[in-house]
């Protein structure tokens, strides 16, 4: 058991004033961060962990389709192909999800359903890993893995 005295004070930072920090540690973390921007990966990467976040969640998909759209024009050839492609995957995610549900009466609709989670992704997966090896998308506008 230890007693109050072996304990460090702890530091009274007057209002307005900043902590002392050293200036290593944000000059490390800027550069850091200006190398993530300038690296081409990142925002793609950023949009497919979005997507991959929004397979269990659903709500930083419509982040990552932003981001798509924003971004797909400065993309290099070969990124657009990714960009299409997630932004076609949440495009026929939403008609398949529709479809789905007007055919849920007559039995299609409910395994439309339960099999769209895996299609979903299934796609994600695929697209990063072709992101990670630096390929393109074969085929973007694909319904299924391109």
Sequence with gaps: ????????EPEIIPPGENPKRSSDTFDTLAEDLKFMLKNPLSMPRTTYALYAIAA???VPMLIGLVLAYVVRSDAP????????FMIRTFWYGLALIAIGLLTFIIGVGMFLLWILPLWYVVRIVRGWML??????????????FS
Excluded: R
């Excluded at 058991?1 to 460090?8: H, I, R």
């Excluded at 050839?77 to 299409?84: K, S, V």
């Excluded at 630096?134 to 694909?142: A, F």
């Design 1 to 8: 058991m230890t007693d109050a005295k072996s304990l460090p």
């Design 56 to 58: 269990v969640t659903g």
């Design 77 to 84: 050839a070969w990124l657009q192909t990714h960009y299409n």
């Design 131 to 144: 992101l990670e090896n630096q390929k393109p998308i074969p085929n973007p506008e694909s319904w299924l």
